[in-house]
């Protein structure tokens, strides 16, 4: 076998549901030129971002790591007209490689990328008591994905969706005696979110063209509901009435 099977059936996803996209293509050729690492999400991946931004019709994304804006282009594509996406990023180079891909896309005006450590931009955001996010992809660097979270959930609207990126990292986040900081700390962030009423929460690992990883879904939950996770089946109201 030449290449894993799951780089085929990516393959032959995005081509019968990812259509040739020169926007996308040329974001990701500068990307290349500009020698940025090719770690954006697959072209599935950033599909599915962008429709999870669109099933929940959000109005205002935040992005954590913007690299290039691949991710951002999937995800402001899917704003109304008046919407906004405000993208953090640590190394100016890369905000430069962002913001030229984002004009080619037409998206400079609903697209905001901040240069400097998140950990510095995510308190500024809250100062600024802008609207609250409808949608939040963390994807910088991992050992602070908690950190990342927490600011995440307070900068939300209740059922809000919180993404997280590479939680899974082949594997390894399953093994205790890992010394890698990267998984230590999605090690760390998963654990923070037992029993943790304040949102409702899965882990799905993934297969393709990145290899083995996963990401995180979480629901930010309104005060007053928090703590209601899915009952077994007969014992909700919903599923009692249906038995009947
Ligand atoms: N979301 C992008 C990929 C992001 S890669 C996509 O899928 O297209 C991770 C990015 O996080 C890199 O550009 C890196 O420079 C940035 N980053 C690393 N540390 C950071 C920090 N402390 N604050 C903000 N961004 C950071
Ligand atoms: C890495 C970072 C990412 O965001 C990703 O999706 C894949 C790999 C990395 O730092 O290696
Ligand atoms: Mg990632």
Redesign the pocket.
Known sequence: MTEPSWERVDAFFESHLVPPDPVLEACLRASEAAR??S???SPS??KLLHLLARAIGARRIL??????????IWLARALPEDGHLI?????PR?AEVARANLRRAGLESRVEVRV????E?LPKLAEEGGAPFDLV?I???KP?TRAYFEWAERLSRPGALIVV?NVVRRGELANAASADPNVLGMRAFVESLTNDPAVTATGIQTVGRKGYDGFLLARVEAERTRGREPRSAGSSPGNRRRAR
């Not at 992005?63 to 951002?72: C, D």
């Not at 993208?87 to 190394?91: A, G, K």
């Not at 400097?116 to 950990?119: E, M, R, S």
Request: aromatic fraction near 6%.
């Open positions: 940025l690492p770690i954006q999400v991946q950033g992005e954590v790591g913007t690299l290039g804006g691949y991710s951002t993208s953090l990023e640590l190394d890369h400097g450590p998140a950990i931009s992809f994807d910088a660097d602070s990126d």
